[in-house]
């Protein structure tokens, strides 16, 4: 128990761990975004009618701001100014955001641009657009004026981000500005892609497959709810219009982060949220609808989906997981840190949802700020549920790796032998098991160290450990990859060879030569000296006996040797199979 | 088993290598055909010059890039025509390593670049270049004097565009929108996987590589935004985007050694080590030698791509041999060895489809006539999100291998703490419930049953008989007290059931309704129950045993009532 409660703080501060970092990173990022310079910083005044009824002037790069009433469909806005002289500047341009709204670029009060004019005239959805207007070479002097239709009711800041500058730099202040959601959406994009390429190609009955591929479809439409929402989808999506592309996207990650979070209920709560899901599926079906014949536009009464937002991703704040089961604490942590990424995404997002609210009905002075704070908001928001995925999915690693190593550890223990670094009797079993399930034949051979009592007793044990070592070193330098090798008891060692007697009978006189040559090489008082016998496996019916019959080869070979050699080395002990002895 | 599953992890690695390289090609052909068609009022004008190199006659340029050699003067004719609405004609083309100047027809100066950093022999870099085309000049011929500053610098005589600079400025996006896009998003990985590692140190300790990883995906994305000419958008200096650019080149192979290196043994670390330290030192002379003004960074481009191609081929030998040897050590650390595995997939594609882009530039190549031809380092993009499909794979093999083994440990967990007979905890699992619920100090009331009268059954009637009777006892407490926190067979005829609804009334009550419900069935057993509070200290093993007392009690009656002996 108390390691649960370790745990579960241990979730905690990796949670608030995550906040930070990307709180950190997003506003890093935005700091060193906002390094650049205007090529011309200075303010240019515009006189503003809304329907020829002149209602006074504005400056800056928002300003209707803090000059009229909200405007209306069918308003028309006319912004007028005589441009000023900006130096020597190769490509004069200005950029502008207009939302809802219809544009008229007017030079000497000849037509010199029209933006969605043709969507306005036939009375299809605008949406919100970034516009960048080259100038002619000569405007210096020239009357300008900005005729702005609105397409929908209650538009309080028609048009802003209005600046002046030339094109390139232009180019780079907009790139600037968006670099945190261009660089996350392209992140988030392209990870849900190989994230839902990776969840398909995993089994379908995986207990995981289908939050997996949730959370990967959402982390995709995040993407493109970001991109679209700052009108970088232009760039690669043509012909898009890019606030339906934001709506439609927004509505549909909400649903999937309900059926999401529905996935962690109980039975009785799960059918309630069902019956949420549904309701709400519908609702956005029926908006599309709404939208496509024209009768509401998608972007009215979008402050809903906050609404719908609160009831879909209930089941997050309440928290209500399956009941805990003993010995899944790990898991518990798993989900608690998904869930909280959740709940991040959607705070993130109602904050930068009022900013949005509270800058274009309230704060009008700090509208730029809260443009700044929103993406800020948004962004982080996005990113945090897919960075809480990828620490989850990293920290599973990290634990696998850390009982890998373990069992490696243990494994070790229990199939080599310490001294030799040889595998031992169990892993002789396993080896052998194989061996036999494959039904094939090989050559065992047995084989015996001599001398190593005699070793032991007159140089001492370090010279004997010393002589085994070098004898195992010898047989995994002949054996190496044809065979497999082990030490079975003291002075015993066990080869198989996967071949005929012939290959065995060769590879072991290039044993025996080795051992004569680190005989002459290594001047030891002692020789590398061994006895081997060999069999096939066919010769007997079962391993056992084969292992037998080698042994006894061995040692009537060994006896042959110590009849030649004569040397008074005791012959005393009565000889046994060693795996019998056991 | 385990080789199998190796194996089977192996072909997922390649198959969802295959279908990102599917998705990949895919998404790459849909943006590139959908932008391959000009916009109305850009020309262009690749095929449209005349060029002659010092004392020759003006011809047709190749449609291959030329690699010019240094101080070589090359000058190009143009007929900078009018465009029917539009105002600001201007000229869009790419030049690398050359200075110019470009003179109307009158021999007047219309735009100048690089004369200036000729003179001061500083670096030259590649620069896109927008120039307004002013009203006197059009209609005529323009000369453009290229001088190359460097051995290899070219003039991209293919990607030259005529227009509005607002349409330029936009197909100029819009066909490098695939690189920008991939670009950033391998940055931004990279990025995260960066931040991650620093702020989790010691939790990922165990994490081989991971860091290096991180910086090897933020060095392909950093070199291919350079690569493409869209750094440079970013900082608005295309010397430090042309020197980001090498240095992100060279810092490449020494990334992959790590992550290679990160994933070995540490015995066979000391050639690979070597190696690294030798391209560590290579990389601080070329900078050396950059700020020191003795050879530009863009010069030394040969040589670079020569190390590069020697290191390239030693890494994939060094891979596979790995991958080889692995290959024989399998066994424990499966999971370990699948999620190498498919880190080593992913370098491998990763170097090879390096290699492919590497020719391509080398031989001046691109990448086909269907494709638009103005996306660069398209394999080396690939390559990248092949390598984080494989390294989210390696995640997910573990993610799922812990599944498995934790639904085995709960399974085994399972057998080990119920009772076989009666499928209810059995006694091993009803003490630790008490135990870790005694220092949580639960309040609970503990009950306890005990069943009258079977030994006698067993020996009567047998154990089939007596075991039947048990299960028929179990069957009737779930049916009562189901719901209950926990319900268990402490041994032979003891039963427990702890409940924490304190409400001993209601408690009593159903006990009665149930041993009336028993009567019925010819069950008979006595019960007794105490509550947690009664005991000081709430140790749940004494409250237990006071609620067996209890039960002794209510047992004795129950014999003298029937006059039998105790058993």
């Known amino acids: 128990m108390k390691e649960n409660r370790r745990n579960s703080n241990s979730s905690r501060s990796i949670s608030i761990m995550i906040l930070t970092i990307t709180i950190l990173a997003n506003i890093l990022v935005t700091f060193l975004a906002t390094f650049y310079e205007h090529d011309y910083d200075e303010h240019i005044h515009w006189n503003l009618y809304v329907n020829d009824v002149p209602v006074g002037s504005g400056a800056g790069n928002n300003p209707y701001v803090n000059v009229g009433e909200p405007l209306n469909e069918g308003d028309v806005l006319r912004m007028e100014t005589v441009l000023p002289d900006l130096g020597e500047i190769s490509f004069p341009a200005f950029q502008m955001r207009a939302q809802y709204c219809a544009v008229q670029v007017l030079v000497d009060d000849l037509i010199y641009k029209e933006y969605d004019m043709d969507k306005y005239r036939k009375g299809s959805y605008i949406g919100a657009n970034n516009y960048l207007v080259s100038l002619p070479e000569d405007y210096a002097g020239r009357r300008i004026q900005l005729r702005v239709h609105c397409q929908a009711d209650n538009v309080s800041v028609p048009l802003y981000n209005l600046i002046f500058d030339s094109e390139p730099n232009l180019r780079y202040i907009f790139l600037h500005m968006v670099f945190l959601p261009i660089s996350s959406g392209a992140v988030l994009l392209l990870l849900g892609g190989i994230l839902l390429i990776i969840s398909l190609s995993f089994s379908i009955n995986n207990r995981m497959f289908l939050s997996h591929s949730l959370s990967a479809l959402m982390t995709t439409g995040m993407g493109a709810m970001l991109h679209s929402h700052f009108g970088i989808t232009a760039i690669y999506w043509d012909g898009m219009n890019v606030s339906l592309l934001y709506y439609v996207s927004s509505m549909l990650v909400l649903l999937v982060a309900g059926i999401w979070s529905g996935r962690i209920l109980d039975k009785l709560y799960r059918f309630l949220h069902r019956c949420i899901i549904w309701t709400y599926g519908i609702y956005v079906l029926l908006r599309i609808l709404l939208h496509a014949a024209g009768l509401l536009w998608i972007h009215e009464y979008f402050g809903l989906e906050l609404v719908a937002g609160l009831f879909l991703l209930l089941p997050i704040f309440l928290d209500r997981r399956k009941a805990a089961r003993e010995g899944t604490e790990w898991f518990d942590d798993s989900w608690k840190l998904q869930i909280f990424g959740m709940k991040a995404s959607f705070l993130f997002d109602i904050v930068a949802y009022s900013c949005t609210m509270l800058g274009s009905m309230f704060f009008k002075d700090f509208h730029n700020l809260l443009i700044m704070v929103e993406i800020i908001a948004l962004t982080g928001g996005m990113m945090i549920f897919p960075v809480c995925q990828l620490v989850n999915f990293l920290r599973f690693s990290t634990e696998s790796f850390r009982r890998n190593e373990e069992f490696d550890d243990l494994t070790r223990v229990a199939f080599e032998d310490v001294l030799t670094r040889l595998p031992n009797r169990a892993s002789l079993n396993r080896q052998v098991m194989s061996y036999e399930n494959a039904k094939m034949d090989y050559t065992i051979v047995s084989i015996d160290v001599n001398g190593l009592k005699h070793t032991n007793d007159t140089y001492g044990h370090a010279e004997g450990d010393k002589l085994l070592k070098g004898f195992a070193q010898a047989l995994k330098n002949v054996i190496g990859r044809n065979g497999f090798c082990c030490r079975t008891g003291g002075d015993e060692f066990l080869i198989l060879i996967p071949e005929s007697l012939a290959q065995a009978e060769n590879d072991l006189l290039r044993l025996s030569g080795m051992l004569e040559e680190m005989n002459e090489r290594e001047k030891h008082p002692w020789k590398y000296e061994a006895a081997y016998g060999c069999a096939l496996r066919g010769e007997a019916d079962s391993f056992h006996e084969a292992y037998l019959l080698a042994d006894q080869r061995m040692y009537e070979k060994k006896r042959k040797q110590k009849a030649k050699h004569s040397a008074g080395e005791k012959n005393g002990r009565s000889r046994k199979p060693s795996h019998e002895r056991g | ?567």
């Not at chain 2, 020697?310 to 050590?329: M, P």
Request: charged share 20%; net charge neutral; proline share 2%.
């Open chain 2, 1 to 567: 088993m385990e080789s199998a599953k190796i194996k089977a992890a192996f072909n997922l690695s390649m198959q969802v290598s295959l279908a990102i390289t599917f998705g990949f090609i895919l998404t790459y052909l849909y943006l590139s055909i959908s932008f391959t068609r000009l916009p109305d009022g850009i020309l262009d004008v690749s095929g449209s010059w005349l060029t002659r190199t010092e004392g020759e006659t003006f011809v047709r340029p190749n449609t291959r890039d030329r690699f010019l050699r240094k101080g070589e003067e090359v000058e190009i004719r143009f007929f900078a025509p009018t465009l029917y609405g539009s105002m600001n004609e201007s000229l869009c083309f790419v030049s690398q390593g050359t200075a110019f100047v470009m003179y109307d027809w009158l021999g007047r100066e219309v735009y100048s670049y690089g004369m200036d950093l000729l003179e001061e022999h500083r670096m030259i870099p590649r620069k896109v270049h927008f120039i307004r085309i002013p009203e006197r000049a059009k209609q005529h011929s323009l000369c453009l004097q290229f001088v190359a500053a460097q051995n290899g610098a070219r003039v991209r005589f293919r990607s030259a565009y005529y227009g509005d600079v607002e349409k330029l400025e936009t197909i100029y996006f819009k066909r490098k929108s695939f690189a920008l896009l991939c670009g950033l998003f391998l940055m931004g990985f990279g990025f995260l996987l960066i931040m991650l590692r620093f702020f989790f140190k010691g939790w990922f300790s165990k994490l081989y590589g991971t860091f290096f990883q991180g910086m090897l995906l933020f060095d392909i994305g950093l070199y291919t935004l350079c690569y493409n000419d869209l750094f440079s958008l970013f900082v608005r200096n295309e010397r430090i985007s042309t020197f980001v650019e090498y240095l992100s080149c060279m810092f490449l192979p020494i990334l992959i050694h790590q992550c290679i290196m990160r994933n070995q043994d540490r015995r066979r670390k000391r050639l690979p080590y070597f190696i690294c330290q030798l391209m560590l030192g290579m990389v601080g002379i070329v900078i050396l030698l950059h700020f020191l003004k003795v050879v530009h960074i863009n010069e030394l481009g040969p040589v670079i791509q020569a190390v590069l191609l020697i290191w390239a081929f030693y890494a994939l030998g060094w891979l596979t041999l790995t991958i080889r040897r692995d290959l024989e050590r399998m066994g424990a650390e499966l999971y370990a060895n699948i999620s190498r595995r498919c880190i080593y997939f992913g370098l491998y594609s990763m170097i090879l489809l390096s290699l492919c882009d590497f020719f391509l530039s080398a031989t001046g190549q691109s990448y086909g006539i269907f494709i638009n031809q103005d996306t660069r380092g398209l394999f080396i993009m690939l390559g990248g999100c092949i390598l984080i499909g494989d390294m989210l794979l390696s995640y997910f093999f573990h993610t799922v291998g812990s599944m498995q083994e934790e639904e085995v440990r709960e399974r085994l967990e399972g057998l080990a703490y119920t009772d076989e007979l009666t499928g209810l905890s059995n006694r091993a699992h009803c003490d630790r419930f008490m135990a870790e619920n005694s220092v949580k100090h639960l309040k609970c009331v503990i009950v306890s049953f005990d069943l009258d009268g079977l030994k006698k059954i067993n020996d009567i009637e047998g154990h089939q008989a007596g075991d039947a009777y048990l299960t028929g006892f179990a069957a009737l407490l779930t049916e009562n007290f189901g719901r209950e926190t926990l319900l268990g067979r402490m041994g032979g005829d003891e039963f427990i059931m702890i409940t924490t609804d304190l409400d001993v009334l209601k408690l009593d009550n159903r006990l009665y309704k149930m041993f009336l419900m028993a009567k019925d069935d010819q069950i008979r057993f006595s019960y007794g129950y105490a509550v947690s509070d009664e005991v000081p200290g709430g140790n749940l093993q004494t409250v237990y045993m006071l609620a067996d007392q209890r039960m002794y009690r209510m047992k004795d009656q129950h014999y003298e009532e029937s006059g039998e002996e105790k058993s």
